[in-house]
T-cell receptor, first 116, second 113 residues
Framework: DAGVIQSPRHEVTEMGQEVTLRCKPI?????LFWYRQTMMRGLELLIY????????DSGMPEDRFSAKMPNASFSTLKIQPSEPRDSAVYFC??????????????FGPGTRLTVL | AQSVTQPDIHITVSEGASLELRCNYS??????LFWYVQSPGQGLQLLLK??????LVQGIKGFEAEFKRSQSSFNLRKPSVHWSDAAEYFC???????????FGKGTMLLVSP
């Protein structure tokens, strides 16, 4: 398996532009997570899905952020309009469902977003 | 709500020396505990995990961690550090349903020759 795939790996955009980050989870995984990593706040969970359904989006910072998972093999995180403070590395992770708990989350390589 | 504290932001260790990275968690029930490693420009990779049973768990790359309930700790250790171990290390705790993980701020490990 190729692991979790994220695109693009780097994105540079100007303030006010729309940004779309993409993620392909590992085949067969039921959970998908979006994280944001910054120096100041560390690794924060933004939203997660179970079987393509958003379960908890309490970590989404503002209405400018939205996430979708139209099918089991694809998810997007959209920022519209983008602001300089959105600059960060965004990670997607996925994992299998587990009855006993504890299966690891597999992380993608991340998308480094710079908003000028 | 659960939380994780990694008190050391940076640690420098000489190559060949032993390593211990500290992690303290706050959680009301039996926690699910993880250590991940992040190399520059890469995603996070799981080193080891603890759910139950033996409190000393072995992981990849020669790492181990010990769960101490009385101290709410899950410290990561390695007897002899290699230059390739230089990276950032994250401790994480899983919630009761193990739906989500809460990560610590990370500890950056520097390895000196």
């Amino acid at each position: 398996d190729a692991g979790v795939i994220q695109s693009p790996r780097h994105e540079v955009t100007e303030m006010g532009q729309e940004v779309t980050l993409r993620c392909k989870p590992i085949s067969g995984h039921d959970y998908l997570f979006w994280y944001r990593q910054t120096m100041m706040r560390g690794l924060e969970l933004l939203i997660y899905f179970n079987n393509n359904v958003p379960i908890d989006d309490s970590g989404m910072p503002e209405d400018r952020f939205s996430a979708k998972m139209p099918n089991a093999s694809f998810s997007t995180l959209k920022i519209q309009p983008s602001e300089p403070r959105d600059s960060a590395v965004y990670f997607c992770a996925s994992r299998e469902a587990s009855s006993g708990g504890g299966d690891e989350q597999f992380f993608g390589p991340g998308t480094r977003l710079t908003v000028l | 709500a659960q939380s994780v504290t990694q008190p050391d932001i940076h640690i420098t260790v000489s190559e060949g020396a032993s390593l211990e990275l500290r992690c303290n968690y706050s959680y009301g029930a039996t926690p699910y505990l993880f250590w991940y490693v992040q190399s520059p420009g890469q995603g996070l990779q799981l080193l080891l995990k603890y759910f139950s049973g033996d409190t000393l768990v072995q992981g990849i790359k020669g790492f181990e961690a010990e769960f101490k309930r009385s101290q709410s700790s899950f410290n990561l250790r390695k007897p002899s550090v290699h230059w390739s171990d230089a990276a950032e290390y994250f401790c994480a705790v899983g919630n009761s349903g193990y739906s989500t993980l809460t990560f610590g701020k990370g500890t950056m490990l520097l390895v000196s020759p």
